[in-house]
């Protein structure tokens, strides 16, 4: 079974900064692509920005120019550091990466969110 937990979450002014933590645990062979999405209140979850395993990353327009992904293989964490942040960037963040398990299998997994709010 496999795990991700995100974190990192909070209140922010707008131009400020957020840095999310996305932790896998569980039994895991190795970690395909990992992404970002979030939700805002009445609007469906969009992704945000989303890494390889080759490092390949692609990131919504909205947030172009002000958000990075990276990601840690050794400790199977994922990171989106968020910059400049606007109100309209409140949402629930959310982990997502696909995983090869140390059983031979390959999941989906998601994590349960973080909510990141920026207001002044």
């Known amino acids: 079974q496999v795990q991700l937990v995100e974190s990192g979450g909070g209140l922010v002014q707008p131009g400020g900064s957020l840095r999310l933590s996305c932790t896998a645990s569980g039994s895991i062979f190795s970690i395909n692509y990992m992404g970002w999405y979030r939700q805002a209140p009445g609007k469906e979850r969009e992704l945000v920005a989303r890494m390889s395993s080759g490092r390949n990353t692609m990131y919504a327009d909205s947030v172009k120019g002000r958000f990075i992904i990276s990601r840690d293989n050794a400790k199977n964490m994922g990171y989106l550091l968020m910059d400049s942040l606007k109100p309209e960037d409140t949402a629930v963040y959310y982990c997502?990466?696909?995983?090869?398990?140390?059983?031979?299998?390959?999941?989906?997994?998601w994590g349960k969110g973080t909510l990141g709010t920026v207001s002044s």
């Open positions: 997502k990466a696909s995983i090869n398990t140390s059983n031979g299998y390959t999941t989906e997994s």
